[in-house]
Protein backbone atom coordinates (compact mmCIF):
# COMPACT_ATOMS: atom_id res chain seq x y z
CA UNK A 1 0.00 0.00 0.00
CA UNK A 2 1.30 3.49 -0.93
CA UNK A 3 2.98 5.18 2.15
CA UNK A 4 3.36 9.18 2.26
CA UNK A 5 4.60 11.29 4.96
CA UNK A 6 1.50 13.97 4.37
CA UNK A 7 -0.49 15.51 7.00
CA UNK A 8 -3.56 17.02 6.60
CA UNK A 9 -5.22 20.37 8.32
CA UNK A 10 -9.24 19.36 7.06
CA UNK A 11 -10.74 15.99 7.19
CA UNK A 12 -11.64 14.41 4.27
CA UNK A 13 -14.92 13.34 5.41
CA UNK A 14 -17.71 14.71 8.19
CA UNK A 15 -18.46 11.40 10.04
CA UNK A 16 -21.69 11.91 12.12
CA UNK A 17 -22.62 15.15 10.48
CA UNK A 18 -25.74 13.46 8.22
CA UNK A 19 -27.13 14.10 4.36
CA UNK A 20 -25.09 16.78 2.62
CA UNK A 21 -28.06 19.10 2.72
CA UNK A 22 -31.37 19.92 4.00
CA UNK A 23 -34.27 18.65 2.54
CA UNK A 24 -37.38 20.54 2.51
CA UNK A 25 -40.79 19.45 2.82
CA UNK A 26 -42.88 19.09 -0.43
CA UNK A 27 -45.02 22.51 -0.11
CA UNK A 28 -41.37 24.39 -0.50
CA UNK A 29 -39.89 22.14 -3.34
CA UNK A 30 -40.64 24.05 -7.35
CA UNK A 31 -43.64 22.60 -8.30
CA UNK A 32 -44.38 21.39 -11.94
CA UNK A 33 -43.56 22.02 -14.64
CA UNK A 34 -39.99 21.93 -13.28
CA UNK A 35 -37.60 23.70 -15.27
CA UNK A 36 -34.66 22.09 -15.73
CA UNK A 37 -30.97 22.78 -16.48
CA UNK A 38 -28.65 19.56 -18.12
CA UNK A 39 -25.45 20.18 -18.03
CA UNK A 40 -23.65 16.90 -20.07
CA UNK A 41 -26.71 16.59 -22.25
CA UNK A 42 -25.05 14.93 -24.65
CA UNK A 43 -23.87 12.14 -22.65
CA UNK A 44 -24.94 8.88 -21.85
CA UNK A 45 -26.86 10.31 -18.36
CA UNK A 46 -28.03 13.31 -20.79
CA UNK A 47 -29.47 11.13 -23.06
CA UNK A 48 -31.72 8.96 -20.51
CA UNK A 49 -32.58 12.76 -18.66
CA UNK A 50 -33.97 13.82 -22.01
CA UNK A 51 -35.78 10.51 -22.36
CA UNK A 52 -37.44 10.92 -19.46
CA UNK A 53 -38.09 14.63 -19.61
CA UNK A 54 -39.79 13.74 -23.33
CA UNK A 55 -41.98 11.20 -21.80
CA UNK A 56 -43.09 13.98 -19.48
CA UNK A 57 -43.52 16.96 -21.48
CA UNK A 58 -46.36 18.17 -18.62
CA UNK A 59 -43.87 17.92 -15.85
CA UNK A 60 -40.32 19.35 -17.82
CA UNK A 61 -39.20 21.97 -19.59
CA UNK A 62 -35.72 22.33 -20.39
CA UNK A 63 -34.72 25.99 -19.92
CA UNK A 64 -31.09 25.40 -20.30
CA UNK A 65 -28.74 22.46 -22.29
CA UNK A 66 -25.14 21.88 -22.45
CA UNK A 67 -22.74 19.94 -24.63
CA UNK A 68 -19.21 20.24 -24.65
CA UNK A 69 -17.96 18.98 -28.38
CA UNK A 70 -20.71 16.83 -29.87
CA UNK A 71 -22.45 19.59 -31.84
CA UNK A 72 -24.26 17.82 -34.36
CA UNK A 73 -25.92 15.85 -31.39
CA UNK A 74 -27.10 19.04 -29.01
CA UNK A 75 -28.27 21.00 -32.36
CA UNK A 76 -30.52 18.27 -32.96
CA UNK A 77 -31.07 18.00 -29.15
CA UNK A 78 -31.66 21.88 -29.26
CA UNK A 79 -33.92 21.60 -32.15
CA UNK A 80 -36.38 19.17 -30.39
CA UNK A 81 -36.11 20.83 -27.00
CA UNK A 82 -35.73 24.43 -27.57
CA UNK A 83 -34.15 25.24 -24.53
CA UNK A 84 -33.99 28.96 -24.34
CA UNK A 85 -30.02 29.11 -23.54
CA UNK A 86 -27.42 26.14 -24.66
CA UNK A 87 -23.53 25.63 -23.54
CA UNK A 88 -20.82 24.06 -25.56
CA UNK A 89 -16.78 23.80 -24.75
CA UNK A 90 -15.03 26.92 -26.91
CA UNK A 91 -16.14 30.37 -28.68
CA UNK A 92 -15.86 28.14 -32.14
CA UNK A 93 -18.26 25.63 -30.86
CA UNK A 94 -20.49 28.34 -30.15
CA UNK A 95 -20.29 30.13 -33.31
CA UNK A 96 -20.30 26.46 -35.26
CA UNK A 97 -23.83 25.39 -33.42
CA UNK A 98 -25.67 29.02 -34.05
CA UNK A 99 -25.37 27.98 -38.07
CA UNK A 100 -26.38 24.25 -37.16
CA UNK A 101 -29.63 25.33 -35.47
CA UNK A 102 -33.10 25.79 -37.04
CA UNK A 103 -34.38 29.24 -39.04
CA UNK A 104 -35.93 31.19 -36.25
CA UNK A 105 -34.26 29.46 -33.29
CA UNK A 106 -31.93 31.95 -32.02
CA UNK A 107 -31.28 30.84 -28.14
CA UNK A 108 -28.75 32.11 -26.37
CA UNK A 109 -24.76 30.51 -26.55
CA UNK A 110 -22.46 30.50 -24.06
CA UNK A 111 -19.19 28.70 -23.59
CA UNK A 112 -16.56 27.31 -21.42
CA UNK A 113 -16.60 26.61 -17.35
CA UNK A 114 -17.87 30.28 -16.83
CA UNK A 115 -20.65 29.79 -19.73
CA UNK A 116 -21.76 26.41 -18.05
CA UNK A 117 -21.61 27.98 -14.40
CA UNK A 118 -23.91 31.04 -15.68
CA UNK A 119 -26.43 28.16 -16.98
CA UNK A 120 -25.73 26.58 -13.48
CA UNK A 121 -26.93 29.37 -11.47
CA UNK A 122 -29.88 31.00 -14.31
CA UNK A 123 -32.43 32.16 -12.47
CA UNK A 124 -34.94 30.78 -14.86
CA UNK A 125 -34.28 26.92 -13.86
CA UNK A 126 -35.56 24.93 -10.85
CA UNK A 127 -32.90 21.70 -11.10
CA UNK A 128 -29.64 21.45 -12.18
CA UNK A 129 -28.87 18.38 -13.58
CA UNK A 130 -24.87 17.95 -13.03
CA UNK A 131 -23.64 15.41 -15.78
CA UNK A 132 -20.76 16.37 -17.02
CA UNK A 133 -18.17 14.02 -16.77
CA UNK A 134 -15.32 14.30 -14.54
CA UNK A 135 -13.70 16.88 -12.82
CA UNK A 136 -14.90 19.44 -15.55
CA UNK A 137 -18.48 19.01 -13.66
CA UNK A 138 -16.84 20.75 -10.27
CA UNK A 139 -17.29 24.61 -11.50
CA UNK A 140 -20.98 24.02 -12.68
CA UNK A 141 -22.17 22.23 -9.44
CA UNK A 142 -20.42 24.10 -7.22
CA UNK A 143 -22.22 27.02 -9.20
CA UNK A 144 -25.47 25.19 -8.99
CA UNK A 145 -25.39 24.89 -5.46
CA UNK A 146 -24.28 28.50 -4.57
CA UNK A 147 -27.05 29.38 -6.31
CA UNK A 148 -29.36 27.40 -3.95
CA UNK A 149 -31.05 25.07 -6.70
CA UNK A 150 -32.17 21.11 -6.23
CA UNK A 151 -29.37 19.68 -8.08
CA UNK A 152 -29.48 16.11 -9.40
CA UNK A 153 -26.10 14.89 -8.98
CA UNK A 154 -24.61 12.33 -12.21
CA UNK A 155 -21.00 13.73 -11.63
CA UNK A 156 -19.49 12.01 -8.68
CA UNK A 157 -16.09 13.57 -8.95
CA UNK A 158 -17.29 16.62 -7.57
CA UNK A 159 -18.05 15.61 -4.18
CA UNK A 160 -14.85 13.50 -4.37
CA UNK A 161 -12.93 16.91 -5.06
CA UNK A 162 -14.61 19.16 -3.10
CA UNK A 163 -17.59 17.67 -0.34
CA UNK A 164 -16.44 19.70 2.58
CA UNK A 165 -16.99 22.62 0.45
CA UNK A 166 -20.20 21.30 -1.27
CA UNK A 167 -22.00 20.75 1.89
CA UNK A 168 -21.05 23.93 3.15
CA UNK A 169 -22.34 25.33 0.07
CA UNK A 170 -25.53 23.85 0.66
CA UNK A 171 -25.82 25.37 4.37
CA UNK A 172 -25.66 28.59 3.30
CA UNK A 173 -27.68 28.41 -0.06
CA UNK A 174 -30.21 26.41 0.97
CA UNK A 175 -29.29 23.65 -2.19
CA UNK A 176 -30.74 20.59 -2.20
CA UNK A 177 -28.44 17.03 -3.36
CA UNK A 178 -30.46 14.47 -4.59
CA UNK A 179 -28.43 11.87 -6.01
CA UNK A 180 -28.54 10.43 -9.54
CA UNK A 181 -25.40 7.58 -9.14
CA UNK A 182 -27.65 4.32 -8.91
CA UNK A 183 -26.06 3.00 -5.56
CA UNK A 184 -26.55 6.00 -3.83
CA UNK A 185 -30.16 7.02 -4.93
CA UNK A 186 -30.76 3.69 -4.15
CA UNK A 187 -29.44 4.20 -0.63
CA UNK A 188 -30.93 8.15 -0.47
CA UNK A 189 -34.48 6.00 -1.01
CA UNK A 190 -33.33 3.09 1.12
CA UNK A 191 -33.32 5.52 4.22
CA UNK A 192 -36.26 6.82 3.56
CA UNK A 193 -35.38 10.41 1.42
CA UNK A 194 -36.69 12.87 3.84
CA UNK A 195 -36.46 10.64 7.02
CA UNK A 196 -32.06 10.53 6.29
CA UNK A 197 -32.08 12.11 9.90
CA UNK A 198 -32.04 8.67 11.03
CA UNK A 199 -28.61 8.07 9.83
CA UNK A 200 -27.73 7.39 13.24
CA UNK A 201 -28.89 4.13 13.21
CA UNK A 202 -27.29 2.68 10.29
CA UNK A 203 -24.67 0.80 10.49
CA UNK A 204 -23.14 0.63 7.58
CA UNK A 205 -23.85 1.40 3.79
CA UNK A 206 -23.76 -1.79 1.52
CA UNK A 207 -22.80 -0.59 -2.10
CA UNK A 208 -22.90 -3.18 -4.65
CA UNK A 209 -20.81 -3.73 -7.53
CA UNK A 210 -21.66 -5.55 -10.52
CA UNK A 211 -17.78 -6.32 -11.10
CA UNK A 212 -17.74 -5.11 -14.75
CA UNK A 213 -16.50 -7.30 -17.57
CA UNK A 214 -13.93 -8.65 -15.92
CA UNK A 215 -15.15 -9.78 -12.81
CA UNK A 216 -14.39 -13.15 -13.31
CA UNK A 217 -11.51 -13.08 -15.51
CA UNK A 218 -7.71 -14.22 -14.83
CA UNK A 219 -4.79 -11.88 -13.82
CA UNK A 220 -2.96 -12.58 -16.65
CA UNK A 221 -6.12 -11.96 -18.48
CA UNK A 222 -6.14 -8.36 -17.14
CA UNK A 223 -3.02 -7.72 -18.46
CA UNK A 224 -4.24 -8.46 -22.03
CA UNK A 225 -7.03 -5.92 -21.54
CA UNK A 226 -8.07 -3.32 -24.85
CA UNK A 227 -9.92 -0.83 -25.06
CA UNK A 228 -12.68 -2.20 -27.00
CA UNK A 229 -13.09 -5.52 -23.72
CA UNK A 230 -13.05 -2.76 -21.25
CA UNK A 231 -15.57 -0.49 -23.14
CA UNK A 232 -18.19 -3.29 -22.46
CA UNK A 233 -19.43 -3.14 -19.58
CA UNK A 234 -22.16 -6.25 -19.30
CA UNK A 235 -24.95 -4.73 -17.70
CA UNK A 236 -25.08 -0.73 -18.48
CA UNK A 237 -24.80 1.29 -21.06
CA UNK A 238 -22.56 4.44 -20.20
CA UNK A 239 -19.89 7.01 -21.65
CA UNK A 240 -16.17 5.61 -21.76
CA UNK A 241 -14.69 7.03 -18.68
CA UNK A 242 -17.20 5.45 -16.08
CA UNK A 243 -17.08 2.08 -18.26
CA UNK A 244 -13.57 1.77 -17.89
CA UNK A 245 -13.72 2.97 -14.23
CA UNK A 246 -16.44 0.07 -13.57
CA UNK A 247 -13.76 -2.35 -15.53
CA UNK A 248 -11.00 -1.50 -12.80
CA UNK A 249 -13.08 -0.89 -9.95
CA UNK A 250 -11.81 2.78 -9.31
CA UNK A 251 -16.06 3.57 -10.30
CA UNK A 252 -16.44 1.82 -6.53
CA UNK A 253 -13.85 3.73 -5.16
CA UNK A 254 -15.50 6.75 -6.23
CA UNK A 255 -18.33 5.62 -4.71
CA UNK A 256 -16.96 4.95 -1.70
CA UNK A 257 -16.21 8.06 -1.52
CA UNK A 258 -19.00 10.19 -2.93
CA UNK A 259 -21.16 7.60 -0.22
CA UNK A 260 -19.14 9.36 2.75
CA UNK A 261 -19.16 12.79 1.44
CA UNK A 262 -23.18 12.29 0.86
CA UNK A 263 -24.31 10.71 3.76
CA UNK A 264 -21.57 11.97 6.20
CA UNK A 265 -20.24 8.37 6.90
CA UNK A 266 -16.64 7.40 7.60
CA UNK A 267 -15.49 5.23 5.24
CA UNK A 268 -14.93 2.17 7.65
CA UNK A 269 -19.22 2.14 7.44
CA UNK A 270 -19.21 1.81 3.71
CA UNK A 271 -19.10 -1.97 2.69
CA UNK A 272 -19.04 -3.10 -1.23
CA UNK A 273 -20.08 -6.10 -2.53
CA UNK A 274 -20.03 -7.50 -5.76
CA UNK A 275 -23.45 -8.02 -7.26
CA UNK A 276 -22.99 -9.44 -10.69
CA UNK A 277 -26.76 -8.99 -11.94
CA UNK A 278 -26.88 -5.11 -11.06
CA UNK A 279 -30.73 -5.57 -9.43
CA UNK A 280 -30.11 -4.63 -5.60
CA UNK A 281 -29.12 -1.46 -6.12
CA UNK A 282 -27.83 -1.26 -2.41
CA UNK A 283 -28.22 -1.56 0.54
CA UNK A 284 -28.37 -0.07 4.47
CA UNK A 285 -27.64 -1.80 7.50
CA UNK A 286 -29.04 -0.90 10.57
CA UNK A 287 -28.05 -1.41 14.03
CA UNK A 288 -31.12 -4.26 14.71
CA UNK A 289 -29.30 -6.09 11.86
CA UNK A 290 -32.32 -5.29 9.06
CA UNK A 291 -30.90 -4.32 5.80
CA UNK A 292 -33.19 -2.60 3.82
CA UNK A 293 -31.83 -2.74 0.19
CA UNK A 294 -33.34 -1.00 -2.93
CA UNK A 295 -34.19 -2.91 -6.02
CA UNK A 296 -34.65 -2.30 -9.61
CA UNK A 297 -33.91 -2.42 -13.62
CA UNK A 298 -30.60 -1.73 -14.72
CA UNK A 299 -31.23 1.69 -16.54
CA UNK A 300 -30.33 5.17 -15.35
CA UNK A 301 -33.68 6.41 -16.19
CA UNK A 302 -35.14 5.48 -12.62
CA UNK A 303 -32.58 7.13 -10.44
CA UNK A 304 -32.95 10.25 -13.00
CA UNK A 305 -36.81 10.12 -12.71
CA UNK A 306 -37.00 10.14 -8.82
CA UNK A 307 -34.38 12.62 -8.62
CA UNK A 308 -36.14 15.14 -11.33
CA UNK A 309 -39.64 14.28 -9.20
CA UNK A 310 -38.40 14.24 -6.05
CA UNK A 311 -40.29 13.84 -3.39
CA UNK A 312 -43.18 12.17 -5.71
CA UNK A 313 -42.57 9.54 -8.23
CA UNK A 314 -43.08 9.52 -12.01
CA UNK A 315 -44.66 6.63 -13.87
CA UNK A 316 -41.67 4.75 -16.38
CA UNK A 317 -42.50 2.29 -19.12
CA UNK A 318 -38.73 -0.16 -18.20
CA UNK A 319 -39.49 -3.52 -18.38
CA UNK A 320 -40.00 -4.91 -15.09
CA UNK A 321 -37.32 -6.94 -12.81
CA UNK A 322 -39.21 -10.86 -13.17
CA UNK A 323 -37.48 -12.10 -10.08
CA UNK A 324 -38.86 -15.94 -10.90
CA UNK A 325 -36.91 -16.05 -14.71
CA UNK A 326 -33.73 -14.61 -12.68
CA UNK A 327 -34.08 -17.28 -10.11
CA UNK A 328 -31.27 -15.91 -7.96
CA UNK A 329 -29.31 -12.81 -7.25
CA UNK A 330 -25.83 -13.60 -6.06
CA UNK A 331 -23.35 -11.75 -4.14
CA UNK A 332 -19.43 -12.01 -3.70
CA UNK A 333 -16.54 -9.85 -2.23
CA UNK A 334 -13.97 -7.87 -4.79
CA UNK A 335 -10.78 -9.44 -5.87
CA UNK A 336 -8.97 -6.47 -3.95
CA UNK A 337 -5.64 -8.02 -5.17
CA UNK A 338 -6.60 -8.09 -8.75
CA UNK A 339 -8.21 -4.66 -9.06
CA UNK A 340 -6.11 -2.36 -6.90
CA UNK A 341 -8.06 1.05 -7.50
CA UNK A 342 -10.92 0.05 -4.84
CA UNK A 343 -8.12 -0.28 -2.16
CA UNK A 344 -6.46 3.02 -3.52
CA UNK A 345 -9.51 4.93 -3.00
CA UNK A 346 -10.02 3.97 0.62
CA UNK A 347 -6.27 4.64 1.21
CA UNK A 348 -6.69 8.50 -0.46
CA UNK A 349 -9.32 9.21 2.40
CA UNK A 350 -6.26 8.35 5.05
CA UNK A 351 -4.16 10.60 3.42
CA UNK A 352 -6.47 13.59 4.09
CA UNK A 353 -8.08 16.12 1.88
CA UNK A 354 -5.40 16.52 -1.01
CA UNK A 355 -5.74 12.49 -1.57
CA UNK A 356 -9.06 12.45 -3.02
CA UNK A 357 -8.20 14.79 -5.27
CA UNK A 358 -4.97 13.46 -6.43
CA UNK A 359 -6.65 10.08 -6.85
CA UNK A 360 -9.70 11.66 -9.00
CA UNK A 361 -6.90 13.59 -11.24
CA UNK A 362 -4.81 10.90 -11.89
CA UNK A 363 -7.37 8.53 -12.78
CA UNK A 364 -9.10 10.97 -15.22
CA UNK A 365 -5.54 11.23 -16.71
CA UNK A 366 -4.72 7.63 -16.91
CA UNK A 367 -8.38 6.91 -18.38
CA UNK A 368 -7.30 9.10 -21.32
CA UNK A 369 -4.23 7.56 -21.95
CA UNK A 370 -5.86 4.05 -21.79
CA UNK A 371 -8.14 5.21 -24.07
CA UNK A 372 -5.48 6.62 -26.10
CA UNK A 373 -3.96 3.04 -26.46
CA UNK A 374 -1.14 4.85 -24.72
CA UNK A 375 -0.87 3.09 -21.84
CA UNK A 376 -2.01 -1.09 -20.61
CA UNK A 377 -5.02 -1.54 -18.57
CA UNK A 378 -3.17 -2.11 -15.68
CA UNK A 379 -1.00 0.76 -16.28
CA UNK A 380 -4.23 2.79 -14.63
CA UNK A 381 -3.46 1.52 -11.01
CA UNK A 382 0.08 1.77 -11.20
CA UNK A 383 -0.50 5.33 -12.13
CA UNK A 384 -2.60 6.15 -9.46
CA UNK A 385 -0.63 4.45 -6.74
CA UNK A 386 2.35 6.71 -8.11
CA UNK A 387 0.32 9.96 -7.69
CA UNK A 388 -0.90 8.58 -4.14
CA UNK A 389 2.92 8.29 -3.32
CA UNK A 390 3.83 11.18 -4.44
CA UNK A 391 2.76 14.62 -1.55
CA UNK A 392 0.42 16.87 -3.58
CA UNK A 393 2.91 19.78 -2.04
CA UNK A 394 -0.31 21.77 -0.63
CA UNK A 395 -2.81 21.63 0.87
CA UNK A 396 -6.59 20.99 -0.48
CA UNK A 397 -8.75 23.17 2.20
CA UNK A 398 -10.00 25.65 -0.45
CA UNK A 399 -11.09 25.67 -4.54
CA UNK A 400 -8.00 27.30 -5.25
CA UNK A 401 -5.97 24.34 -3.47
CA UNK A 402 -8.20 21.74 -5.33
CA UNK A 403 -7.38 22.88 -9.03
CA UNK A 404 -3.85 23.10 -8.18
CA UNK A 405 -3.46 19.30 -6.43
CA UNK A 406 -5.61 18.38 -9.37
CA UNK A 407 -3.75 20.41 -12.17
CA UNK A 408 -0.39 19.73 -10.78
CA UNK A 409 -1.16 15.91 -10.45
CA UNK A 410 -2.17 15.23 -14.03
CA UNK A 411 0.81 17.13 -14.83
CA UNK A 412 3.27 14.44 -12.79
CA UNK A 413 1.04 11.56 -14.10
CA UNK A 414 0.95 12.72 -17.69
CA UNK A 415 5.03 12.80 -17.26
CA UNK A 416 5.29 9.41 -15.61
CA UNK A 417 3.53 7.39 -18.65
CA UNK A 418 5.41 9.53 -21.05
CA UNK A 419 8.52 7.86 -19.64
CA UNK A 420 6.40 4.01 -19.29
CA UNK A 421 3.88 4.30 -22.04
CA UNK A 422 4.52 0.94 -23.94
CA UNK A 423 1.50 0.86 -26.07
CA UNK A 424 1.91 2.82 -29.22
P1 LIG B 1 -20.50 10.69 -21.13
O1 LIG B 1 -19.09 10.56 -21.52
O2 LIG B 1 -21.50 9.84 -21.84
O3 LIG B 1 -20.98 12.22 -21.27
C1 LIG B 1 -20.21 13.24 -20.74
C2 LIG B 1 -20.87 14.57 -20.96
O4 LIG B 1 -19.99 15.59 -20.46
C3 LIG B 1 -21.10 14.88 -22.44
O5 LIG B 1 -22.24 15.69 -22.56
C4 LIG B 1 -19.87 15.70 -22.81
O6 LIG B 1 -20.07 16.54 -23.92
C5 LIG B 1 -19.68 16.50 -21.54
N1 LIG B 1 -18.31 16.96 -21.34
C6 LIG B 1 -17.16 16.29 -21.57
N2 LIG B 1 -16.10 17.06 -21.25
C7 LIG B 1 -16.60 18.25 -20.84
C8 LIG B 1 -16.01 19.46 -20.41
N3 LIG B 1 -14.67 19.61 -20.33
N4 LIG B 1 -16.82 20.49 -20.06
C9 LIG B 1 -18.16 20.34 -20.13
N5 LIG B 1 -18.78 19.22 -20.56
C10 LIG B 1 -18.00 18.18 -20.89
O7 LIG B 1 -20.57 10.44 -19.55
P2 LIG B 1 -21.76 9.81 -18.69
O8 LIG B 1 -23.06 10.41 -19.08
O9 LIG B 1 -21.63 8.34 -18.68
O10 LIG B 1 -21.37 10.31 -17.22
C11 LIG B 1 -21.57 11.65 -16.82
C12 LIG B 1 -21.35 11.72 -15.31
O11 LIG B 1 -22.35 10.93 -14.67
C13 LIG B 1 -20.01 11.17 -14.84
O12 LIG B 1 -19.56 11.91 -13.75
C14 LIG B 1 -20.34 9.75 -14.40
O13 LIG B 1 -19.48 9.29 -13.39
C15 LIG B 1 -21.74 9.95 -13.84
N6 LIG B 1 -22.54 8.75 -13.85
C16 LIG B 1 -22.85 8.15 -15.02
C17 LIG B 1 -23.60 6.99 -15.06
C18 LIG B 1 -24.00 6.35 -16.34
O14 LIG B 1 -24.77 5.36 -16.33
N7 LIG B 1 -23.56 6.83 -17.48
C19 LIG B 1 -24.05 6.34 -13.80
C20 LIG B 1 -23.70 7.08 -12.62
C21 LIG B 1 -22.96 8.23 -12.65
P3 LIG B 1 -19.73 16.09 -25.45
O15 LIG B 1 -20.07 14.64 -25.56
O16 LIG B 1 -20.65 16.99 -26.26
O17 LIG B 1 -18.30 16.38 -25.70
MG1 LIG C 1 -22.95 3.98 -9.72
Request: proline letters at 8%; a negative charge.
Amino acid sequence: MPQTARQTRTPDTSPGQGYISALPPEGALPGFPRRLCLLGGTGSIGASALSVVENNPERFVVAALAGARNLALLAEQAARFRPARLGVLTAQGADALAGMLPAGYRPDIVHGPEGYASLAADADSDVVVSAIVGAAGLLPTLAAVQAGKIVALANKESLVLAGNLIRQACRDSGAVILPVDSEHNALFQALGGPGLPELPHVASLVLTASGGPFRDKSAAFLQTVTREQALHHPNWSMGPKISVDSATLMNKGLEVIEACRLFGLPPQRVEVVVHPQSIVHSLARYHDGSLLAHLGPPDMRLAIAYCLGYPGRIPLDLAPVDLVALGSLTFEAPRHDDFPCLSLARHSLTLGAWGPVALNAANEEAVDLFLADRIAFLDIPRLVEFALNAPAGVYADDLDAILEIDRATRHRVRERAGGSAHRG
